[in-house]
C-alpha cells in the first residue's frame, strides 16, 4: 500500500533552517510528483511547492521563492523540504502528499511539526 | 493568503443534506478542474473529490462535486456524525496566485 512516512518534530531558532524528509514507499517513486503543504496552527492549507520525482524539476509558491528547496533522493524514495531563514510565522506542520498527473494529492504523509521560537 | 473563498462553517443534523461553496476566478476555478480534501481533527487531509466530481475508491457516495464557471459546490447527503470536519477546496491557478491554491476551508458540524 502507497504510504509517505515524515520525518519528527523540529523546533528552531529564528533564522535557521530545517529539512523535512518524506520516505515514500509502495509505489514507484519516480512516476509522480511530491508536494509540500503548510498549516499554521488553526488555519487553512498552503501549498508550498510542487518536485517531480522523475526529473528533479520544481515550482515553488511565489512568496517562498529563495527560501524553499526541494529535493528528491530516487536511491531511497525519499523526498525533502528544506526552508531557511526561519521565522516565527512558519510554525506549522508540514505535509507531504503525491501528486497524480491529473493534479490532485491521493496520498499525504502523516506531517512534521515544526517550531519556530526563540 | 487564499484565493478560493469558502464559508467559514456550515452544520446539519443528521441525515441532512449540507452544501459547502467554493468560489473562484476565471484563472483557478474557472479555467482548472477542482479537488476537494476533508481533515478530520488532528489529522493530515484526506482527498475527497477530485476532478470536479470524482470520487476515489473508497469514499462514501453521498460525498458529491459539481463545478459551474468560476465556482464550485461540495454537497454531503446523508450527514452522518463522522463527517465532523473541515472541508477545502482547491484548484490549480494559472496566473501569479498559484500555481495551486486552496480554499478558506469549512468546519461542517454535526448537530
Known amino acids: 500500500q502507497v504510504q509517505l512516512v515524515q520525518s519528527g518534530a523540529e523546533v528552531k531558532k529564528p533564522g535557521a533552517s530545517v529539512k523535512v524528509s518524506c520516505k515514500a514507499s509502495?509505489?514507484?517513486?519516480?512516476?509522480?510528483?511530491i508536494s509540500w503543504v503548510r498549516q499554521a496552527p488553526g488555519q487553512g492549507l498552503e501549498w508550498m511547492g510542487w518536485?517531480?520525482?522523475?526529473?528533479?524539476?520544481?515550482n515553488y509558491a511565489q512568496k517562498l521563492q529563495g527560501r524553499v528547496t526541494m529535493t528528491t533522493d530516487t536511491s531511497t524514495s525519499t523526498a525533502y523540504m528544506e526552508l531557511r531563514s526561519l521565522r516565527s510565522d512558519d510554525t506549522a506542520v508540514y505535509y507531504c502528499?503525491?501528486?497524480?498527473?491529473?493534479?490532485?494529492?491521493?496520498?499525504w504523509g502523516q506531517g512534521t511539526l515544526v517550531t519556530v521560537s526563540s | 493568503q487564499s484565493v478560493l473563498t469558502q464559508p467559514p462553517s456550515a452544520s446539519g443534523t443528521p441525515g441532512q443534506r449540507v452544501t459547502i461553496s467554493c468560489s473562484g476566478s476565471?484563472?483557478?476555478?474557472?479555467?482548472?478542474?477542482v479537488n476537494w480534501y476533508q481533515q478530520l481533527p488532528g489529522t493530515a487531509p484526506k482527498l475527497l473529490i477530485y476532478?470536479?466530481?470524482q470520487r476515489p475508491s473508497g469514499v462514501p457516495d453521498r460525498f458529491s462535486g459539481s463545478k459551474s464557471g468560476t465556482s464550485a459546490s461540495l454537497a454531503i447527503s446523508g450527514l452522518q456524525s463522522e463527517d465532523e470536519a473541515d472541508y477545502y477546496c482547491?484548484?490549480?491557478?494559472?496566473?501569479?496566485?498559484?500555481?495551486?491554491?486552496f480554499g478558506t476551508g469549512t468546519k461542517v458540524t454535526v448537530l
Open positions: 502528499a503525491r501528486v497524480i498527473a491529473a493534479g490532485h494529492f491521493d496520498y
Open positions: 482547491a484548484a490549480w491557478d494559472d496566473s501569479l496566485n498559484g500555481p495551486y491554491v
Open positions: 518536485i517531480s520525482a522523475y526529473n528533479g524539476n520544481t
Open positions: 476532478s470536479n466530481n
Open positions: 509502495g509505489y514507484t517513486f519516480t512516476s509522480y510528483g
Open positions: 476565471s484563472s483557478n476555478i474557472g479555467s482548472n478542474t
